[in-house]
């Protein structure tokens, strides 16, 4: 079958890699010049299992109320004369419910396992490099309440299969002896042996060089305007995707599926055919710094709770990302924040890192309220969804791109997960059923 993805970030493009294996044709097409250009380019690049519970939690409204208006604030919460983002704000709302928590955290624990699983395999299967590091996901706190909040979510972990430990200061420092200097400020950890990091850019780029090589064609610099559409009710269908090509002609491409990965972008594209997807963009902060005394840096990928920061190492460099804006589409830097993360990393690190010439970068993490993607079927037989990752699209990305090639290949995927559009046949557990081999 010949099918079109529409989007190169990580999602995309791990789609496209399991949609070739799986025997199809595919045309990946992109507007920017290459993979992993948007959101997928500087993130926090954990692959964090253990800490999947969404933002939307019972805690989570006056945690906002209380940042309201706080330009440095963790999460902000910018009101705007936005139909789309006070509908947004309701169902987030919504979503804080404790029984939906539990049901969202669930299936995000889901396809955040199997896809650790799928990422395992497909890293010895492809031999990409990433700066790939097994050491864990450290997780600290310097505040006894926060600490203690975070001690349920913790057991839950632990129940839905994470070995996400809870440790003493002392064993957060042994774990990550460059935290020695905050020693006297910390007051407990969690730590999750089975947790990664890596380059989500290099990881995404390395993919598609050998998804390339495999036969998947990448049309660069390519603009997706429009979805075709003919046939209504059960007959309904997409016939091609209107583009502008790398010279400025508009052209109508044609395919037998479509899978639309498009991020923080995906709902433009849906809703003039009447599917509604709620996704809103919440911009996020990362910065990057060379390490200039390597014994000063952490080995480990860290997460400072305080500040709601994640601290990967990346080779020689330091990434420290966080923070989420509300505000629309706008990736502008905003000086406040980005020198908020530089202070707090120099605090953490003093003698780690050249603090002089950090690289600042901002990205739209593509939001859904529950932070549970949109991966399934739509009305139109030929539609296919990836979409909405939200704060976790690489840790869920390589699973999210194994799973959509099984249901447009016609198959159920073999774990349990509310896929759109298709019976969720029994309640959500994080065992994957069958094993996975490289
Ligand atoms: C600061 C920050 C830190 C993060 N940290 C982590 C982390 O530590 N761990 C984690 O798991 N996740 C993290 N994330 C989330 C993760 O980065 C995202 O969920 C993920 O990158 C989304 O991937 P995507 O492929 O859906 O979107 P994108 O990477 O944005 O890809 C979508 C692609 O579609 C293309 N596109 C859009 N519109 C069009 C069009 N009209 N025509 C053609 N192409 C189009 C774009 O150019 C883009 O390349 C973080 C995000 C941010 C912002």
Not at 30 to 37: H, I, L, M, N, S
Request: contains cysteine; aromatic residues 8%; hydrophobic residues 40%.
């Amino acid at each position: 079958m010949k099918v079109i993805v529409l989007g190169a970030g990580i999602i995309g493009v791990a789609s496209a890699w399991f949609l070739n294996k799986a025997g199809h044709d595919v045309t990946v097409i992109e507007r920017q010049p290459g993979a992993a250009q948007e959101t997928s380019f500087a993130n926090g690049c954990q692959i964090s299992v253990s800490h999947a519970e969404p933002w939307a939690n019972p805690s989570a409204p006056l945690k906002i109320l209380h940042w309201l208006g706080k330009e440095d604030a963790p999460l902000l919460y910018r009101f705007r004369a936005e139909w789309l983002q006070w509908r947004w704000g309701f169902e987030f709302l919504r979503q804080c419910l404790p029984a939906r928590t539990a049901d969202n955290i669930r299936q995000i624990v889901s396809i955040a396992e199997y896809s650790r699983q799928t990422l395992q395999a497909l890293r010895a299967e492809t031999g990409v490099e990433y700066d790939c590091l097994t050491k864990g996901i450290l997780h600290f706190y310097t505040d006894e309440k926060e600490f203690q909040q975070s001690l349920p979510a913790a057991k839950l972990m632990r129940e839905l299969g994470c070995p996400r430990q809870t440790i003493s200061a002392d064993e957060v420092v042994r774990i990550e002896p460059a935290l020695a200097v905050m020693r006297s400020k910390i007051v407990g950890g969690d730590y999750t042996a089975s947790d990664e990091s890596g380059d989500v850019y290099k990881f995404t780029t390395g993919l598609a060089k050998k998804s390339a090589e495999a036969g998947v064609h990448f049309a660069f610099n390519t603009t997706v305007t429009r979805l075709l559409q003919e046939g209504s009710g059960a007959n309904a269908r997409i016939t091609g995707v209107e583009v502008i090509d790398a010279n400025g002609h508009h052209q109508v491409l044609r395919a037998d599926a479509f899978v639309l990965a498009m991020g923080s972008f995906s709902m433009q594209l849906a809703r003039p055919l009447g599917i509604d997807l709620m996704i809103y963009p919440g911009k996020g902060y990362s910065a990057t710094y060379q390490i200039t005394k390597d014994a000063y840096a952490p080995s480990v990928s860290l997460t400072d709770d305080g500040h709601k920061l994640v601290i990967s190492r990346l080779g020689e460099r330091l990434r420290v990302a966080g923070t989420c804006e509300l505000n629309g589409y706008t990736r502008e830097l905003n000086p406040t924040r980005c020198d908020a993360i530089t202070r707090r990393t120099r605090a953490l690190f003093p003698d780690a890192c050249d603090y002089d010439h950090p690289v600042y970068w901002s990205g739209l993490r593509p939001l859904t309220p529950s932070n549970v993607p949109y991966i399934g079927k739509t009305r139109f037989g030929n539609l296919f969804l990836n979409t909405g990752h939200g704060t976790l699209g690489w840790t869920m990305g390589c699973g999210s791109g194994r799973a959509i090639a099984e249901i447009v290949s016609g198959r159920q995927p073999d774990l349990n997960f509310a896929f759109t559009g298709m019976a969720r046949t029994k309640p959500a557990a994080i065992r994957v059923t069958r094993p996975l081999r490289a």
